[in-house]
Structure formats: C-alpha cells, structure tokens
C-alpha cells in the first residue's frame, strides 16, 4: 500500500518508531525506515481506515481513500515532556480514537443542528460556534478514547512527567464545547 503523493514530500529520509495496528487493533512497533507505511485498522462500528502515527512531525488518518495528512496539534501539545514509546502510543490511540468515536460525534453534530434551529443567533456566528464545539467534542472524545484504552499506562506515564498542557488541553476544550453548544443553541436576548 503507498504513501499518498501528499504525504510523500513530508515523510522522505525520516526515521523513528512507528506505532501501528493489525486489522485487528492491535497495538505493534514497527521500525519505519524511510516512509510511513499506514496500517489498517477497524473501527467498532465497522468503519475502516488507515492510520500512521511517525514521532512529533507528522500522522496520517486515511478513511474511505480520503487521506488526512495533518500536524498532530493535539497530540504536540500534550504528549510533551514523554518516553517516546508513551508519546507514539497515546498518539495513536488518539487517532484511532477518532475512528472510534465518530458515530458518537456523529450524535453530536445532530444535536448542534437541532440546537441551532431553535437559537436566534446569526447564522455564521451558529456555524462558527458549532464547528469550534464539534472538534472540541471529537477531540475531548478522541483522548477520553486513549485515557480508557490505555488505562494504568496512560496515569503512570503523565504521573511520572507532568504536563501542564494536558490539564489546559481539557479545561480549554470543555469550555470551547460547553461555550460553542451555547452560542448553538442560546436565544438572544430582546433589546
């Protein structure tokens, strides 16, 4: 299976360990040699996709032949200060948590739209404020997905090297959600 040509530029000549999973889920390392090489996993609900986590630069999310190549902002953020075994891991749970969790945010996105009918807030303010709630969602979902798979792992290894980030990443993305169903949903006041 090949890297998509988007992805190609970004992983040339980069080493590292790789955190992949069998069609199965199973977790394995893998040396990576010179490329990512996506591995194929499923998804409880059925969804299939491919996913591959490469250290701090980069991760791919492939679902439906839809690549995703994209910086991992989240996982950046409150991976730092990690074993690099721990910070690949937790990663790709996180991504793989995604894939778990859309038929969840799924939920979600139907309860935005049925808040917005009801709010009488302007329209691009409604749209702005439920996508900043939906990906706050998804991520809140996405780490909750690693916290539980991971379990004693993931307490031990944030134990063992603080992070303030990740106490900011779920304070910041709660009031993000709660503030964006909010502004979703909340009638103005007259006058």
Request: glycine letters at 12%.
């Amino acid at each position: 299976m090949g890297l998509h040509p988007s992805m190609a530029s970004h992983c040339g000549g980069w080493f590292g360990k790789v955190t992949t999973a069998t069609s199965e889920g199973a977790l394995k390392q893998e040396t990576a040699g010179t490329s990512l090489r996506p591995k194929a996993v499923k998804a409880w609900c059925g969804l299939r996709g491919e996913i591959a986590v490469e250290d701090e630069l980069w991760h791919l999310v492939r679902v439906g032949g839809v690549s995703l190549p994209h910086p991992p902002l989240v996982n950046l953020m409150i991976r730092r200060g990690l074993a690099a075994d721990d910070r690949l891991h937790f990663s790709y749970l996180h991504e793989f948590g995604h894939l778990q969790t859309l038929p969840l945010t799924g939920i979600h996105v139907l309860l935005l739209v049925w808040l917005s009918w009801r709010g009488t807030r302007p329209a691009g303010i409604k749209l702005l404020a439920g996508l900043l709630a939906h990906e706050a969602v998804w991520e809140l979902a996405s780490e909750g997905y690693a916290v539980l798979h991971a379990g004693r792992r993931y307490r031990r290894a944030y134990l063992s090297g603080p992070n303030r980030w990740q106490g900011l990443f779920w304070l910041g993305m709660s009031l993000l959600a709660a503030i964006g169903i909010w502004l979703v949903g909340s009638r103005r006041s007259p006058g």
